[in-house]
């Protein structure tokens, strides 16, 4: 996984070139698109023909149909907000990653029965932050996490420097991202 997920909302199928193209324009090479809109399985599949150089992802993946139909599009990752164990057993059928959400010891309990080691906290700013990360990491050393939700340039720095942080995800890289491109063109 890179070091930074973006949190790709794309509500119309024609806006996933925009979004891409500013992604890879500010250095992102992956995409974490999320099922929370009906063009969801469809912008993936367009997104993994056109950006074979990028690592195209599925998030919000809450159940084992939608896990099913992100893989059929080609997600390359499965992210969820929670745990699912269907989803991930599906992950593991088809041996793709899957980053569930974590963010209790029962929880992250869990998710190493299952055999996963990198976890979503999610959301990061409402559970604890670094705080509850640096706790957590105590009993359970062997786990990466992946902090999301309410993460952004005011605070990225100091998950970054904690080396159990394998990774960023946020929606805020996707607005960035656009901002860049349109004060390039401008
Ligand atoms: C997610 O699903 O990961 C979150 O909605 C992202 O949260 P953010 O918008 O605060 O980055």
Redesign the pocket.
């Known amino acids: 996984m890179e070091k930074f997920v973006p ?1 790709v909302v794309i509500k119309e199928l024609s806006e996933t070139d925009k979004i891409l193209k500013a992604l890879k324009n500010n250095g992102i090479n992956t995409a974490e698109i ?1 099922f929370r809109t009906a063009c969801a399985a469809e912008a993936i599949s367009y997104a993994c023909k056109n950006y074979p150089e990028m690592s195209i992802g599925a ?2 993946v809450i159940n084992a149909e939608q896990c099913k139909a992100a893989l059929d599009a080609g997600a390359q990752f499965i ?1 969820s ?1 929670g745990l699912s164990v269907s989803v991930a057993n599906i992950c593991k059928e088809n041996n793709i990653p899957y980053y569930p959400g974590c963010v209790t010891p029962t929880e992250i309990m869990q998710a190493l029965e299952l055999g996963i080691t990198t976890v ?1 906290f ?2 990061a700013n409402i559970y604890g932050g670094l705080k509850a990360l640096k706790a957590l990491s105590a009993p359970f050393p062997q786990v990466k996490f992946i902090p ?4 952004d340039r005011s605070n990225i720095d100091e998950f970054l420097a904690f080396d159990k942080v394998e990774a960023i ?4 890289f996707v607005k960035e991202s656009l901002d860049k491109m349109e004060e390039e063109n401008k």
């Open positions: 949190v999320t998030g919000t992210v907000p979503k999610f959301p999301t939700g309410g993460v995800g946020g929606s805020f």
